[in-house]
């Protein structure tokens, strides 16, 4: 805790945003934390103390004590791309010599057990001032509290703040009852423990979480040199895991939710966090109002410094917590906080000022973060690429065509008289199509890929409608005649380069048909174009993609759309008939527009197939701009499961 805008010891600055936009869920249940975009859940409820506000000199009542419940067990998925660690700063008006209320922190550390399922919580931190004067009376009814934690088998960490030990010491201070009741002795057999420096008030903590370990490290008020080398050898002993570095103060906030270093914090960055890549996020409190800021280590990676604390706020902040829901499929941190205690109707539902501090959402305290994760961590874990799986592997029963782009000089030109084996057996070879003003150099070798490609290398196709190429299958391919009567499943891995222009590129096609519906026998009523392709995998001008076919089973057209997508990426995309009704599926993800009608098989009459051209009205109207990759033809239904990007 501050006081003092400039003392390191004592003085307030001022508030900014507070709580997250909760509040209860009807009479039996309370609205608990969640993700950002996510709808509000039912939990059980907090005790309520009869709608009389429970005074800060109180300690738990025995109907609190009753209804504390059952703590559960802890059970992450640790191999879930998404997981939470709970934040819990300054806690130290609830332990105020004998002005000592349990309850507050006690809800929030219910509430992060019971709820740990809801969010996948792993880990939570505590950032230090657990208490107002460090006496041992205060310390032992905090670390009664943290016994639910401990029940639970829970994994979590604390540290020393300046209320908690004689301010003015370093971290070799020796004995005190901090250390009597947080030191090693509570941790050794903790989940997650890793070790404490030798002077105790330094600790280091693990977990696991998307399937890889994560190092906490809880730093004292004042870490000495020698704690520094402490830490130092443990992120030594473990130089692939990402960290999150917690300490009582290192930023200060300023009026517009900013931060910057105080000067014991510039020095802790100079000193070790700056040449440390591992750290990615530092977390403390000490000051109000909340803030954050983001700096650049000497690798040139950013860590992101935060500052929470909510001491200044009502009932000294009621054992606020801030989760932190880690999301490594979106490359974001969505950033809550609230207060369980309130939530719960633990001041009962009468208190107006309770009430208030339920609705402030300020966009310090309600924040999405975004960490290109494979990016930021590339310095000491990087990613090895998948390796390339043989086509042989890829042969799934069914396989009716294989193609794949690798084993070329990155950025070769094709000759006209290239041919792309047919990786099957089947002999539905590729070649280069005639095409009158088709600029040499329009079709390219390249290495580039899907990262989830079995082959290493794809096809570039430049030049797009004036002067672009496009492949073919050669005029006696067995596909030429397969009308896919058993069901069907069409693959492709494809990029759409940042330079795809709506006006110039839009309806053009990934694979098509050579022949029109109309020379199909289709199209002959009014659901359908005679001149379009009677089957096309095309992009739109919002890039949405377009299977656009005529089954044999019907006289009209039959469409599956996708959604826009987002330009300089890679894509898969695969569509399935079961002989009934077709999906398609974007990077293994089935899309909306999926249309119910029953069809049944494609119509075709012998012609090619065309890859990156697209025909209308008998002649090549289109030519795909961007990269192809492998595509492969099954006759039959796949499940997700089977697909190449699996």
Known sequence: MKNSPRDPEHTPLSRRGFLVGSGLVGAAGLAGASALQSAPAVAAPLPSTAGA??????????????ARGK???????????????????????????????????????????????????????????????????????????????????????????????????????????????????????????????????????????????????????????????????????????????????????????????????????????????????????????????????????????????????????????????????????????????????????????????????????????????????AGFAPIAPRPSRPAARMLVPGTLAYWRFEGHSDGAALASSTRVRDQSGHGNHLEVAPRAGAVAGALRWSTDHHPDQPGAGSLALQGGKPAGQHLRTVNAAPINTQRFTGGYTVEAFFFLPTTFDPSANGFSALLSQFSSAGQAGKARGAGGDPDEPAVTLSLSGDRELQWCVYPASQDGSLTNWGHELPLGKWWHVAVVNDRSHTVMYVDGCPVVRNPSTRNRGLSTIGKPWLLGGYRYGGVLDQVFVGSIGDVRIVGRALEPGEFMIA
Request: charged residues 20%; aromatic residues 10%.
């Open 53 to 66: 506000a429970v005074p800060l000199t109180a300690t738990a009542t025995s109907t609190q004590t009753a």
């Open 71 to 377: 703590s559960g067990r802890w059970k992450p998925d640790t191999t879930s791309p998404r997981f939470t660690v709970a934040v819990m700063p300054d806690t130290q008006y609830m332990f105020d010599g004998a002005a000592v209320d349990e309850a507050p922190m006690r809800a929030s550390l219910e509430y992060v057990v019971r709820e740990q399922a809801r969010h996948n919580t792993v880990f939570l931190v505590h950032l230090g001032d657990l208490t107002q004067n460090g006496a041992a009376s205060e310390m032992t009814a905090a670390g009664a509290v943290f016994d639910v934690l401990d029940r639970a088998h829970a994994p979590y960490s604390v540290l020393a703040g300046n209320h908690d030990i004689d301010s003015s010491t370093t971290d070799q201070r020796g004995p005190t009852p901090y250390l009597d009741v947080f030191g090693p002795k509570r941790f050794r057999r903790a989940p997650g423990w890793i070790g404490s420096s030798p002077d105790g008030y330094n600790s280091a903590h693990r977990f696991t979480a998307a399937g890889r370990e994560w190092i906490v490290l809880a730093l004292d008020w004042r870490t000495s040199a020698s704690g520094l080398a402490w830490a130092s050898s443990v992120l030594a002993a473990r130089p692939h895991s990402p960290v999150i570095l917690t300490t009582h103060t290192l930023v200060d906030s300023d009026p517009n939710g900013g931060a910057a270093f105080d000067a014991y914090g510039q020095q802790l960055w100079d000193d070790f966090i700056a040449d440390h890549d591992q750290v990615f996020l530092t977390l403390n409190g000490h000051y109000w109002g909340p803030g954050r800021t983001t700096k650049q280590n000497a690798a040139g990676h950013d860590v992101a410094l935060h500052l929470t604390n909510y001491q200044n706020r009502y009932y000294g902040g009621a054992a606020m917590i801030r989760l932190y829901h880690v999301d490594l499929e979106r490359n974001v941190i969505d950033v809550e906080t609230l207060s369980p205690f309130l939530l719960g109707g633990g001041l009962g539902a009468s208190n107006e000022l309770a009430a208030q501090e339920l609705t402030l959402s300020g966009d310090v305290d309600r924040f999405t973060m975004e960490v290109d994760f494979d990016a930021r961590f």
